[in-house]
């Protein structure tokens, strides 16, 4: 178990000489003196300031990966993994050569012919530069296609080894049953040769978890019967990918439960892709959203900012129909909850609200018209389909209302009749446009005084705008660029509540590639922050020529934020304490309290 | 029912080394054949697609090393295999002999479900070799043997001259369509929240 980066994490065991308690105590109240708050006496004993004891660590760019090794020797290190492989194992020194025109390797040379993998090289060459721009530029939320593409490309193509990321599922005996890129069928030789390896490795009573080959990563999940492999070379830590190949799994046990497993117990040759039929897209959106959506990361869940008043009048009347008999209700706006209640004693986890809303908004027949489909919620229940009724109530916004019995379909019809009438009445629906709109919170908008702490009004979201001929002092610092003290973005996720916030994207944030590559290293520092074995940690300050990143993990709540990479490192710390305060002062209004089945 | 769908059929080839396994395999999927012998290690993994009675198959073709150090491996190769090829090369008794071996070995390895009709081919490979003079297993042997396996189809190859080779594994698609299971509807559970406890706490839940 090695770190390659642990000098730049510092938890509790600083490894600085000691300070005393007393010490760390003092510097609690951060010693730099240009705020107001330090000199004046901290009665308050929330433990919302953060400690400036870390260490800073200057990272260049190419900073090196997190330990990608789990356990010793669990981790199987070549090159490549065609043939290759199986030389470890056996003396026969043979490595493949460029003769053998049959192995099908990644890395390996044009391989599995198949009678219609014929491209002629300058198509496919001008193909790659052609999307090389899509996906560094505009392969992002905004410009994302739906659905499959490059069906025509192999692993013979070109431009198919040179796409960055690729997830597999296959089964047990190596039939292929899901690809991100290219046909699967044509892929059928190169989802044998990951089958090979898997299974090789297991019947050595191991598991391959991970094969690094240059600058690709290859990880593996084994989940019974089914196999997930992603290959990627966006220097992504391999905890981050597993986690991906973990949720790409639960979006498939979404669709059809675990009861598959029994369909390949009783025949191995089962071929499942006929039971996955025109999900591709529900796939590839969730894929898409491993670069842009922080919950694939988190594990929580985030909400639509709305006055108090309303979340409360839309949770009323949801809570209403779960007592009806409806198991879950949940309101969403695009990826974001309005408002959820669950019957007695039901919870709902935030990786299965991720799932079921990709699902139901990747799945374009769900918007013509109101919907009954089975679904199963893998962390309620993997082995066993609900039945969820869907219905859009404008472009963006709609309800889910799940139930156990199959025939409950008029019923919730009736519901839902009912929730749409309240929602009109108390104009909920309006409310939820204009949020839309509005956005959340800007960091610009960050308040500067954070004293009135226990002062009678409690600012409100949105109200925040400064006069431009406010004495903002930070602001002409930095060229107006952000908020105070450089601050570009900052996510706060409440443990307690398993939600999170995250601030809207804003200038020098602005391209769907910065928001991508700022995304990326959220996750970074997350997986670093969480590393098993070493990890928990509570701060971590990371410098480098893109940002200052800073995170704070405590027992209420993790703060991730991004500062301009010349950001003062004490003025950092004092906005990230300021921010976790705005949060507090406004966390009515952008998180669902008290109504929330995780209260149970 | 069994629709126009394509299907995909994982084909092993099993056989003693250097009886032509990877050679018909090049024959068959690239159309080329050379004479320089290269021992196959651990598997080749290979596509074809094809056409049989108007539905679309791919082939997956694993072509494994014949070498006996690599029979360990047979587990983790033969799950799932809805074919299994057996080659033998006419010119070595040795290798004819082996079928038996093979098949066996397969079929405990494999473990399918109905192993008296699972689907094989055998091949007797190399009859273009001394223009037949240095043969001998004789076709009339290959085919007895291969009647007292539950019929068995058998195919006189040569990997050289491509000589059939395009008809057995004609053949094979032919087979796997025959054993098709019959497709069931798939019915999972329903949550029963009445019954009682089978609902599993979320893990995130914070109470």
Known sequence: ?600 | MASRRRMLLKVIILGDSGVGKTSLMNQYVNRKFSNQYKATIGADFLTKEVQFEDRLFTLQIWDTAGQERFQSLGVAFYRGADCCVLVYDVNVMKSFDNLNNWREEFLIQASPSDPENFPFVVLGNKIDVDGGNSRVVSEKKAKAWCASKGNIPYFETSAKEGFNVDDAFQCIAKNALKNEPEEEIYLPDTIDVAGGGRQQRSTGCEC
């Open chain 1, 1 to 600: 178990m090695t770190s390659e980066t642990s000098p730049s994490v510092s938890g509790d065991e600083a490894s600085d000489p000691k300070p005393s308690p007393e010490d760390q105590l003092a510097s609690l109240a951060l010693s730099e003196t240009d705020g107001p708050a330090s000199g004046s006496p901290r009665e308050n004993n929330r433990h919302n300031e953060i400690e400036s004891a870390e260490e800073e660590v200057q990272t260049n760019s190419a900073a090196p990966g997190l330990a990608v090794v789990e356990n010793s020797g669990e981790a199987v290190r070549r090159g490549r993994i065609g043939g290759v492989l199986w030389a470890r194992t056996n003396s026969e020194p043979e490595a493949d050569g460029p003769e053998s025109p049959s192995s099908s390797g990644y890395a390996g040379e044009r391989g599995s012919s198949s009678a219609s993998s014929a491209g002629s090289g300058i198509y496919e060459i001008a193909e790659v530069r052609d999307d090389e721009v899509v996906d560094g530029v505009s392969d992002s939320q905004a410009a994302w296609v739906p659905g499959k593409r490059h069906v025509d490309e192999d692993d013979a193509s070109i431009s198919w080894r040179k796409r960055k990321k690729h997830y597999f599922i296959l089964s047990n005996s190596g039939k292929p049953i899901y690809s991100r890129h290219g046909d699967e069928h044509k892929l059928a030789g190169f989802s044998a040769t990951l089958q090979a390896i898997i299974s090789f490795v297991e019947n050595g009573g191991d598991r391959v978890k991970l094969v690094r080959a240059g600058k690709h990563q290859v990880v593996f999940l084994v989940k019974g019967p089914i196999y997930l492999v992603c290959i990627s070379c966006t220097e992504e830590p391999y905890e981050s990918l597993r986690m991906q190949l973990e949720l790409i799994y639960g979006q498939m046990l979404l669709i059809l439960t675990k009861s598959v497993n029994r369909c390949f117990e009783k025949n191995p040759k089962f071929d499942m892709t006929p039971l996955l039929g025109g999900t591709d897209v529900v796939f590839s959106s969730l894929i898409h959203s491993f670069s842009w959506n922080p919950a694939t990361f988190l594990h929580a869940y985030t909400c639509l900012p709305l006055a108090y008043a309303t979340r409360q009048a839309a949770g009323a009347i949801l809570q209403d129909v779960a007592d009806s008999g409806v198991l879950f209700a949940i309101l969403m706006c695009k990826h974001k909850v309005i408002s959820l209640v669950g019957a007695q004693k039901a919870s709902l986890h935030p990786d299965d609200i991720l799932l079921l809303s990709n699902f139901v908004m990747a799945s374009e027949s769900f918007r013509t018209s109101e919907s009954f489909s089975p679904i199963c919620l893998p962390r309620y229940n993997p082995m066993a389909f609900l039945y969820a009724y869907v219905h859009y109530f404008d472009i963006d916004t709609y309800l889910m209302l799940l139930t156990t019995s199959s025939e409950a379909f008029y019923h919730l019809k009736d519901c839902r009749i009912r929730i749409e009438m309240v929602l009109l009445k108390s104009s909920v629906l309006s409310e939820i446009q204009r949020s839309m709109l509005d956005g959340g919170m800007r960091v610009e908008e960050l308040p500067l005084d954070p004293l009135p702490r226990s002062g009678s009004f409690s600012p409100h979201l949105g109200q925040h705008t400064l006069p431009t001929d406010s004495p903002d002092g930070f602001r002409e610092l930095y060229g107006g660029i952000g908020g105070p003290a450089g601050l570009w973005h900052f996510i706060y996720r409440s443990i307690f509540l398993d939600q999170y916030v995250s601030s809207e994207f804003s200038a020098p944030i602005s391209s769907p590639r910065q928001q991508k590559r700022l995304y990326r290293a959220y996750q970074k520092l997350y997986a670093s922050m969480h590393e098993r074995g070493i990890g928990p940690h509570k701060t971590q300050f990371r410098r480098d020529e893109n940002y200052v990143l800073l995170c704070w993990v405590t027992q209420d709540f993790e703060l991730y934020a991004a500062f301009d990479p010349l950001a003062d490192k004490a003025l950092a710390i004092k906005t990230c304490n300021r921010v976790c305060q705005w949060v507090k002062d406004v966390e009515n209004e952008i998180f669902l309290l008290g109504a929330s089945p995780f209260s149970w």
